[in-house]
């Protein structure tokens, strides 16, 4: 076998194994997900009721929130002893849920508790350690993020369909074993993270941030609310757990089809202008909807709109990471958090509503909250795209001792011979083309190429810049020329101006 193939077989196998072992990480959430979102009697609660999933989103989002506000002060450049805790924990749990099926351990309070906060903890830092996993494997060349998330996806609806069709100590046995297959990859060999990642949060990058996590959180909302309604209508002819997969495999097969054609993930905004008439549809007809079929296919296109926003997020956050230099532990930390609670949030309304003695209002009421939701996102990213716009005309703007020299240096003509500080120009079109590479699903290296290919240097002042074989930066750039869909250098740039014109 030459150098080549034995190479094409190594990237699949990277891309398989990363592919299962975060599906199985999926596979494990999603019914447990399903059973705190729709607040109901679930197998898996075993005894716990209600409480256990709510018990269980609670220290998931606990989890995702505090690891990230961990690493904003400390970094590591492994976090293999946080992989082992969190398979342990998990293992753990599932033991527990094993015990109270076959009556060695009592339910209450006291199980809850533990069952749920032990499994919420492991599987929420098993997620982000597979992320931070897949990001540095990506990083470096080995898989495509944009391709490995739908695909765990996709291999977690299996698990979890396998999940909701088995009962009892049989489903409990089939997630023990499992859990050992998804733990031995990480802690067998470890994908360090870089080392020299420093906490930098650029102006640009947060409040791109902020939008992605804006996006996630309105639909995470909608979801859990709507979660409620396909639960409260009795007459459904599909069982809720089957929605809820279909949601996935439906999100799944739209985000890599995208992927597959275009050799990139989808720009949140642009996801959002999609999803928005959609989501805003299946809201506004819900509570005129008498039909089941027709219930059930309003709540599989939230599912499905939540799942697909869910994992573009997911990749765009870490391509993030990479771009702003931020610990991805940070970065997707915090999205996840604020979804997991905005989910919760959204259920409790729900539920709450719905009980009421007025079904029918409290279904109203649950689609025109939903929709105000949704609408609010637009507001709060236009609000941070406009003072994005005033910062960076602030940074253009000379101060006053450069005015003054502009002054001095002016001529009869009044035209003034003085250009811009160099500084101001570079940072700003640097930002501009970060911007661009990050729309793009460029690496962070890709990145770095494009900006310096952007203010005009040769690949071989590239190449020493970054430490680079020249041959290294042409394979770079024709990875941007791709992922772009440009032809040459100045489409490329054209590209990049219709960008900044907001036309692209």
Not at 204 to 225: E, N, P, R, T
Not at 263 to 287: H, Q, S, W
Request: with cysteine.
């Amino acid at each position: 076998m030459d150098e080549g193939a034995a190479d094409s077989l190594e990237r699949q196998h990277v891309q398989a194994t990363s592919v299962v072992g975060y599906g199985i990480v999926c596979g494990l959430a999603f019914p447990l997900m399903i059973s705190s979102t729709f607040l109901q009697e679930m197998s898996l609660s075993h005894g716990a009721g209600d409480a256990f999933g709510a018990l269980f989103f609670l220290a998931h989002s606990l989890t995702m929130a505090l690891t990230a506000l961990a690493n904003l002060f400390h970094r590591t450049s492994s976090h293999r002893a946080h992989m082992a805790s969190a398979y342990a924990a998990v293992f753990v749990g599932n033991l527990l849920m094993l015990g109270r099926t076959i009556g060695l351990v009592e339910g209450g309070w006291l199980y809850a508790f533990l069952a749920s906060g032990a499994i919420g903890y492991g599987l929420a830092t098993a997620e982000l350690g597979w992320m931070a996993r897949i990001t540095a494997l990506h990083e470096a060349g080995r898989i495509s993020l944009a391709r490995t998330v739908p695909l765990a996806f996709l291999c977690g609806a299996g698990i979890a369909a396998l999940i909701f069709y088995a009962s009892g100590a049989t489903e409990i046995a089939f997630a023990l074993v499992i859990i050992v297959v998804s733990a031995v990859p990480p802690l067998r060999r470890p994908v360090p993270e870089r080392a020299d990642l420093r906490i930098s949060f650029s102006q640009g990058g947060a409040g791109d941030f902020a939008k992605a996590v804006s996006y996630l959180a309105v639909f995470s909302f909608v979801f859990g609310a709507v979660s409620q309604v396909a639960t409260r209508t009795g007459s459904d002819p599909v069982p809720i757990e089957a929605q809820a997969v279909a949601g996935i495999l439906a999100a799944c097969a739209a985000l890599l089809a995208y992927v597959t054609r275009r050799k990139r993930t989808i720009a949140v905004n642009d996801l959002y202008n999609v999803l928005f008439p959609v989501v805003a549809l299946a809201l506004v007809a819900l509570p005129f909807i008498n039909s089941p079929e027709l219930h059930v296919a309003a709540a599989v296109l939230v599912f499905t709109a939540f799942y697909l926003t869910g994992m573009n997020v997911r990749v765009a956050v870490c391509l993030l990471g990479e771009r702003d230099r931020v610990s991805m532990w940070v970065y997707l930390g915090l999205a996840l958090a604020a979804s997991g609670l905005l989910i919760l949030a959204g259920v409790l309304l729900g539920a709450f509503v719905l009980s009421q003695d007025n079904p029918a209002m409290g279904l109203a009421l649950v689609s025109l909250v939903s929709l105000f939701v949704l609408a609010l996102s637009p507001v709060v990213t236009a609000r941070l795209e406009q003072r994005r716009a005033q910062a960076a005309a602030a940074n253009a703007r000379p101060s006053a001792g450069s005015r003054a020299s502009a002054d001095a240096a002016t001529g009869p003509d009044n035209t003034s011979s003085v250009r811009p500080e160099p500084a101001d120009i570079l940072a700003l079109q640097a930002e501009l083309l970060r911007s661009f590479a990050e729309r793009c699903g460029l690496t962070a290296r890709e990145t770095d190429v494009l900006v310096l290919l952007g203010q005009g240097r040769t690949r071989t002042y590239i190449a020493a810049e970054l430490g680079l074989s020249p041959n290294t930066v042409k394979g770079y750039i024709r990875n941007i020329y791709q992922k772009s869909g440009a032809v040459d250098k100045q489409d490329l740039l054209d590209r990049v101006e219709l960008f900044e014109q907001g036309r692209l």
